[in-house]
C-alpha cells in the first residue's frame, strides 16, 4: 500500500540542524511532489515547504526561508527535510505528505533543548 | 497569503446528532482549473491527520458516508450527519494550491 515512513525523534541543542526523512512505497516517487508541515505542541498545522515533481523545484514558506532545505534522493524514493538554526520554538512534530494530500507519514518528535 | 477561518474552534456533540464546522477562506479558492482545492481532515490524538473531503465535496475512499463537504468561492461546511464515538479529534480545513494553508482547528469532543 501506499505509505510514508519517516526517521525516528531527535533531540538538538539550539543553534544545531536536524535533517528528516521521509520513505515512499507503494507508488511511483518521481510522479508525486512532497510537503513538510510541522505541528508544535497544542498548536495547529504549519506547512513548511514543497517539492514540486512537475517542475523538479522547491518552494518554501517565507517563515521558514533560509533555514529549510527540502531534497530527495530518487533512487532511494526518500525526501528530506533539513531545518538549521534550531530554536526552542522549533520543538514539533515534522510530517511529510504526498501531493494530493494523502498520505502523510506518522511524524517524526523534533525537540529542541539545552 | 490566504487565510483560513473556522468556526467553531470548539464541538460537544451527544451521538447520534448532527455536528457542522464552518471553514471561510480570506479570498476565493476557485482555481483557473476550474476546481476548488479545499480539503478537511481529522487528526485524532496521537495520529497524522487523516484526510476525509478533498476538492469541497470528494469523500476520500473509506470515509463513512455520514461525513460531507459543501461550499464555494470562500465559504464552505463539514457536516457529520449522526456523530459517532470515533469522531472525536480536531478537524481542519485547509487549502491547496502549491502551499498549503491550514484552518486553527475544531475539537469535537462527545457528550
Known amino acids: 500500500q501506499v505509505q510514508l515512513v519517516q526517521s525516528g525523534a531527535e533531540v538538538k541543542k539550539p543553534g544545531a540542524s536536524v535533517k528528516v526523512s521521509c520513505k515512499a512505497s507503494g507508488y511511483t516517487f518521481t510522479s508525486f511532489a512532497m510537503h513538510w508541515v510541522r505541528q508544535a505542541p497544542g498548536q495547529s498545522l504549519e506547512w513548511m515547504g514543497w517539492?514540486?515533481?512537475?517542475?523538479?523545484?522547491?518552494e518554501y514558506s517565507q517563515k521558514f526561508q533560509g533555514r529549510v532545505t527540502i531534497t530527495r534522493d530518487t533512487s532511494a524514493s526518500t525526501a528530506y527535510m533539513e531545518l538549521s538554526s534550531l530554536r526552542f520554538e522549533d520543538t514539533a512534530v515534522y510530517y511529510c505528505?504526498?501531493?494530493?494530500?494523502?498520505?502523510w507519514g506518522q511524524g517524526t518528535q523534533v525537540t529542541v533543548s539545552s | 497569503d490566504i487565510v483560513m477561518t473556522q468556526t467553531p474552534l470548539y464541538l460537544s456533540v451527544t451521538p447520534g446528532q448532527p455536528a457542522s464546522i464552518s471553514c471561510k477562506s480570506s479570498q476565493s479558492l476557485l482555481h483557473s482549473d476550474g476546481k476548488t482545492y479545499l480539503y478537511w481532515y481529522l487528526q485524532k490524538a496521537g495520529q497524522p491527520p487523516q484526510l476525509l473531503i478533498y476538492?469541497?465535496?470528494n469523500r476520500f475512499s473509506g470515509v463513512p458516508d455520514r461525513f460531507s463537504g459543501s461550499g464555494s468561492g470562500t465559504d464552505f461546511t463539514l457536516k457529520i450527519s449522526r456523530v459517532e464515538a470515533e469522531d472525536v479529534g480536531v478537524y481542519y480545513c485547509m487549502h491547496s494550491v502549491q502551499m498549503w494553508t491550514f484552518g486553527q482547528g475544531t475539537t469535537v469532543e462527545i457528550k
Open positions: 505528505a504526498r501531493g494530493g494530500g494523502e498520505p
Open positions: 476538492e469541497v465535496s
Open positions: 517539492y514540486n515533481a512537475d517542475y523538479g523545484n522547491t
